[in-house]
């Protein structure tokens, strides 16, 4: 049997950064490939011509579907693939070819994976969007622009291959809705009453922040959509309950979750949304209910958009959250931990699953777990873990978490520096801090102010005295020269000086609390840290209102202490509920 042909079409403008990972996802699934370009002035055009002879220049009109189309009537293959330069597609060359074997499809929805910008653990979005189709089917629609199909019978969906959409940086993201938005607003001058437009329009809106016109949009084009346009319509539905979400209309967002689940009852996003909404409302029990149905019902069918997570991990973390905030320990605990389970890349669960460990057992069995699961593996997982060490009071565990860290400009290096000052391994932090110089990193001030009170702990004070000229030099460290100078005073000689100057104070309570979370193997080690602790407050003691300032200081950290026996004890008590 001789399958049918495929034939890429693209149209494309200024996108050198993005069209060679694209056009090597695809090249060899597809048949032929066509660009049409609309007047891009870098080198696009000629990373085209690498992939295919058959690049076209097209006069731009302010007109997507326009520029497609004349994409498709360059193409001679029986079937089209639309993509986008800043999308990629793995699949191999058969498997494409057996998606369009089927006489009884004129279309082929695919999964559309959008990564949700700023988020470091790579949560998509899935979408599914038309782009597999018969070469007599053309777009519409002069922006967002798709292709219509008479009889949705002849539509079909597959979960594989998928589109993944990559991230573009804001300031293009910011330049294309202008763009969108201009010609949106003269499409619906010329026809107010296609649904598609206005939540278009609403999506623009709604990446502006502009909540307040994005819920107008939506809003109408949820009321013209029919209940079975749920390609369209349930990702309008969502857009909505987060606009109303972010403008502070809870009361409204339940009430489109509640009405719309009852149309839409095996969509799990609705269910998890509505959790939410109560979760923000402090109705922790109603929305672990709400949690546990969006688990329950799993993936919706490929049509609904769906966020990755929202059926699993995603659920998982917040019923972890809401039974905390019941006093639910150990449920608590074993939420977090299904999420983790779930997704190996989904890491928030562990931040609290830690603190939670933290009230039940030693800080070096913690350290263990983390150890065993592998999660100090993963650098910027290691890293917070280590923050979260250092701030609950394990310095010394926290530098364990960043013990992999070889290289002195690797993510981490400075919050290494800390860890190993604090926790008594004073040569070592200093041995660190000079293969960053050597290495002509650019030491932050709390790192220079750190190197010069290690050297005054070693009573190295010649070398102390170096480093202050060098922090001096720096006009921007003029605060914590003064504040460090005065220390190197006091301890080296004894003298008390008057600070005068209240960014220098603010340097002192820094290093003040710092000292105070010391967590050292030898007494002696700790009493140095102690001595520097009463040097400061000697120096703050020559004014009164720094010394206030101090003296309030210390009873923060007291509070901080009694609440985190507190949570500690209380939470424990939690465990046999």
């Not at 693939?81 to 800043?86: E, M, Q, V």
């Not at 074997?101 to 004129?106: C, Q």
């Amino acid at each position: 049997m001789t399958l049918p042909r495929i034939s890429l079409a693209m149209i494309v403008c200024n996108e050198a950064a993005h069209l060679t990972q694209c056009l090597e996802s695809i090249k060899t699934a597809v048949d032929e490939i066509v660009i049409v370009d609309t007047g891009s002035t870098d080198i696009t055009v000629q990373l085209a011509q690498q992939y295919t002879p058959k690049v076209y220049s097209y006069q731009w009109g302010n007109d997507f579907a326009a520029a497609r189309n004349y994409a498709i009537e360059q193409t001679t293959g029986d079937w089209i693939l639309s993509l986008d330069a800043d999308e990629q597609l793995t699949i191999t060359a058969e498997e494409l070819h057996l998606l369009v074997s089927h006489p009884e499809y004129t279309a082929i929805c695919l999964p559309l994976y959008a990564q949700k910008a700023c988020n470091e653990y790579c949560e998509y979005d899935r979408f599914m969007v038309l782009r597999l189709f018969r070469r007599d089917c053309r777009f519409t629609s002069p922006v967002h622009e798709y292709v219509p199909i008479a009889d949705p019978n002849t539509v079909g969906y597959t979960c594989h291959p998928i589109i993944y959409h990559v991230v573009v940086s804001a300031t293009e993201r910011h330049a294309r809705r202008g763009r969108n938005i201009r010609l949106l607003k003269a499409a619906l001058a010329k026809n107010s009453t296609d649904p598609c437009l206005h939540y278009y329009l609403g999506t623009e809106w709604l990446g502006l922040s502009r909540t307040d016109r994005a819920i107008t949009a939506f809003q109408i084009a949820l009321r013209q959509f029919s209940t079975d346009q749920i390609v369209f319509r349930t990702p309008a539905i969502r857009h909505l309950i987060n606009c109303y979400k972010q403008s502070a209309k809870l009361n409204e967002a339940l009430r489109l979750c509640l009405e719309e689940s009852e149309s839409y009852p095996e969509y799990c996003d609705l269910f998890f949304d509505g959790a939410v909404l109560f979760e923000i409302q402090g109705e922790y029990t109603l929305a672990m209910k709400w949690f546990h149905e969006a688990i329950r019902l799993g993936p919706p069918p490929l049509a609904f958009f769906h966020t990755e997570g929202t059926d699993s991990y995603l659920a998982y973390y917040h019923l972890g959250y809401c039974a905390e905030k019941l006093g639910l320990v150990k449920a608590a605990q074993g939420y977090y931990e299904q999420a983790l389970a779930v997704s190996q890349n989904y890491y928030y669960p562990l931040y609290p699953l830690v603190i939670l460990k933290l009230t039940q057992q030693p800080a070096t069995e913690v350290l263990q777990f983390l150890h065993k699961q592998d999660y100090l593996a993963v650098g910027e997982v290691a890293e917070k873990m280590a923050e979260l060490f250092w701030t609950a009071g394990f310095p010394d565990i926290g530098a364990q978490c960043l013990a992999n860290k070889t290289a002195p400009d690797a993510p981490g290096s400075e919050l290494l520096v800390t860890c190993q000052l604090y926790s008594g391994e004073i040569t070592g932090a200093l041995q660190l801090i000079q293969q960053m110089r050597r290495q002509g990193l650019e030491l932050s001030t709390t790192v220079a102010v750190d190197e010069i009170v290690a050297l005054m702990l070693l009573s190295r004070f010649e070398e102390a005295r170096q480093e202050l000229w060098v922090l001096w030099q720096n006009p921007d460290n003029r605060h914590a020269f003064r504040a460090v100078f005065c220390l190197y005073k006091k301890l080296c000689h004894n003298t008390t000086l008057p600070l005068n100057n209240p960014g220098a104070v603010s340097i002192l309570l820094e290093v003040s609390n710092r000292c105070l979370q010391a967590r050292t193997k030898v007494f002696a080690a700790q009493h140095r840290f102690a001595a520097v602790v009463t040097a400061i407050k000697a120096i703050l003691a020559t004014e009164g209102e720094s010394f206030a300032l101090f003296i309030d200081n210390l009873s923060v950290k007291e509070q901080g202490v009694k609440q985190s026996l507190d949570y500690t004890f209380s939470t424990l008590r939690g465990l046999y509920r």
